[in-house]
């Protein structure tokens, strides 16, 4: 079984090594032939890498201690599901799924655009084999997972912290984002390469770029959630390196993501799209070097090892190659058009884009900064939360305020008298809220009252432009008003998908200004028998009590909840001891209330041999929101990603017209 998993990578290495070499060739001299076999090895390097995948899958199931990775990852009392997850919790098995999602999305790319790819931008096979070389390379000679060992009785087991159910779901939905922003980035750099940088690249890539984008937004709310469970603090976000690793990916894409529209629009910001997508590409190389080189301390890094200069050198290799590329097609990439007005719809996209991409360079300066003071004074300074949170806020609230103002201005230059008129409604509703926020007491929180007063200018910006288009779709076409509303979504899946995140990112604000500024905290010793007030709520200590799992023993302090004077039941938080892993972990207690919005939320700190036990109550107010968001932010991106058969129409035109235009 291991030489069978070794031999696949090495086929699969063979195999990605000739699409980039011999692709390349064909791509420079004109060779079809030669290029379509090089696709077809493409092709067969996901069948191969999904051999070795299956292989460590297997190896992992059956406890096969011989293998190396599953007596570091796995013991025989793990969960099967735990046992299987184990494939991404180490740096083998991580940088083998990188390789069988980068080879898979890359030839389904590739084969539903093969008539592009083969007589527009050839050179996206060879770019797609080059970077799976560099994975298959670390593979087969660095880090494999198929290395072998005496089998010891049992396995080391998996980090306690990642035996959570989020953890079966996030690594894999990160690395769907982080790995599919290879294909606009290989797209775009063919298409430079080739000398064809017009929009047919970016309309080949739209739904690859937004199911990426989705992923990685996905992804990071679902650590969120994680964190918030299972690491045991109460909080949701801590700007740990890994965390801001993915958030720096999914920042500058969504600036792509909104400035490319203003490509196909006004055929403007070419230089400025071709550079967020080679910054997006190499922003998620970076986050999978700091999560798998473990050069930064974080709780999310769990692997010490030497793929670090590897990484560093091939990002790199990447940014030098890419900007290279792009100053030479300058002459191409360069547009006619200007931006006509300061007001105007193209002028709120980049200044959405220039806040967008500075929060993305600050939260970069944050993560290096301590290797650079550690390489420069030899001392390792980290930065902390506050620096975040200042330019969270900085750069934040008005990315939040241009949600709003961006869809209500015209394209190209807009009176301010229009601006004015369309901003009449979503203004007076923010300073409604504004109005009895200050008459509830919120403004003790200056940042949560602004905040909040630019959370419904926006939503009722978004709720302006859905009545807007749902009036006019009605009056066009008559019919009822819910086929009214249908139609308008269905003829602009782009825009109101967009909408539907926008709202979503504004309930994001609402639940984390809410848990930020408005919570409530108390912590002390309790005997059994007393009593902690936290909020509205009552806690009464009733004892402690163990029981043994599948692969721990739980101890957990049983707590009586009430909340004026009403019996609410009890709640259990405590800790686990993992035999094989010989660790223990905090396991908190949640009790959600989504009628009133808001968590108690319970950590055991210490058990004492008096029985006595140190607890920690949190009440997180809007907690819940954040996690509806979540929900609302995948409804969206499954409505922008929905086929939109009139796009593939044009494009079909296109590629027509061009091909009469060659015989003629």
Excluded at 420 to 448: D, E, H, M
Excluded at 652 to 664: C, H, M, S, V
Aim: hydrophobic letters at 55%.
């Amino acid at each position: 079984m291991p030489g069978l998993g070794s031999a696949a990578l090495v086929v699969a290495f063979g195999l990605v090594a000739y699409a980039a070499l011999a692709g390349g060739y064909a791509a420079y001299r004109g060779r079809r032939r030669l290029l379509e076999s090089a696709t077809n090895a493409l092709f067969a390097s996901f069948a191969s890498v999904l051999l070795a995948a299956l292989v460590l899958l297997a190896a992992l199931a059956r406890h096969d201690f011989s293998f190396a990775y599953v007596a570091s990852h796995t013991s025989r009392e793990l969960p099967l599901g735990y046992t299987l997850a184990s494939f991404w919790s180490g740096q083998e098995g991580s940088l083998l799924l990188w390789l069988l999602v980068l080879t898979g999305i890359g030839s389904a790319a590739v084969a539903l655009n093969r008539r592009l790819v083969r007589t527009v931008i050839p050179w996206t096979v060879p770019i797609l084999g080059a970077i799976a070389s560099f994975f298959a390379l670390l593979l087969v000679f660095v880090a494999s997972p198929f290395a072998t060992q005496v089998a010891p009785a049992d396995g080391a087991g998996m980090n306690p912290s990642l035996q959570n159910p989020y953890m079966l779901a996030h690594p894999p939905l990160l690395y769907l984002g982080y790995v599919g922003l290879t294909i606009p980035f290989a797209f775009a750099m063919g298409a430079l390469a080739s000398g064809r940088p017009d929009e047919r690249w970016i309309i080949a890539t739209r739904r690859w770029t937004l199911a990426s984008w989705a992923f990685l937004g996905f992804a990071i709310l679902l650590g969120a959630k994680w964190a918030y469970e299972e690491v045991g603090w109460g909080g949701w976000y801590a700007w740990d390196p890994v965390e801001n690793a993915a958030l720096m990916p999914w920042l500058v894409a969504t600036a792509y993501l909104h400035s490319v529209m203003v490509q196909e629009k006004k055929n403007m910001l070419r230089v400025w799209n071709a550079v967020l997508v080679a910054g997006a590409f190499c922003l998620s190389l970076f986050g999978t070097f700091l999560t798998r080189s473990g050069v930064i301390s974080s709780i999310h890094s769990f692997t010490q090892s030497s793929i670090g200069a590897w990484f560093l050198g091939f990002i790199a290799v990447v940014a030098a190659a890419s900007t290279a590329l792009i100053i030479y097609r300058l002459p191409l990439l360069r547009s006619r058009t200007r931006l006509e007005s300061l007001v105007s719809r193209e002028a709120a996209f980049l200044y959405n884009n220039l806040f967008l991409v500075a929060f993305a360079l600050t939260v970069l300066w944050g993560v290096i900064y301590p290797l650079v003071s550690e390489a420069v004074r030899g001392v390792a300074v980290t930065v902390g939360a506050p620096y975040y949170d200042f330019f969270a806020v900085a750069f934040g609230l008005p990315l939040v305020l241009l949600m709003g103002i961006g869809p209500l201005v015209a394209w190209r230059r807009a009176s301010a008298r229009a601006v004015g008129r369309s901003l009449l409604w979503p203004a007076g509703t923010a300073l409604a809220v504004g109005i009895l926020l200050l008459l509830a007491g919120a403004g003790s929180s200056p940042a949560g009252l602004v905040g909040y007063t630019f959370a419904a200018f926006v939503l009722a910006a978004i709720a302006l432009e859905f009545v807007r288009g749902t009036r006019a779709r009605h009056a066009l076409g008559g019919g009822s008003w819910p086929a009214a509303f249908t139609s308008l979504v269905g003829r602009n899946r782009r825009r109101y998908g967009g909408y539907v995140v926008h709202a979503a990112i504004v309930l994001l604000l609402v639940g984390a200004v809410g848990i930020g500024g408005f919570g409530t905290t108390r912590e002390g010793k309790l005997t059994q028998g007393q009593s902690v007030q936290v909020g509205d709520y009552t806690l009464t200590y009733l004892g402690s009590e163990q029981r043994r799992a599948a692969n721990s023993q739980e101890l957990r302090a049983r707590l009586a909840v009430s909340r004026g004077g009403e019996d609410l039941g009890t709640v259990l938080a405590g800790k686990n001891r993992y035999f094989a892993e010989q660790q223990t972990s905090n396991e908190v207690a949640i009790r959600s209330d989504w009628l009133r919005a808001e968590d108690l939320f319970v950590i055991a700190d210490q058990f004492n041999p008096d029985g006595s036990v140190f607890v920690k109550v949190i009440v997180n107010p809007l907690v819940n929101l954040i996690w509806l968001a979540g929900l609302l932010f995948v409804a969206g991106a499954l409505i922008t990603l929905w086929p939109d058969a009139r796009e593939q129409r044009r494009l079909a035109r296109r590629f027509a017209e061009e091909g009469a235009l060659a015989r003629a």
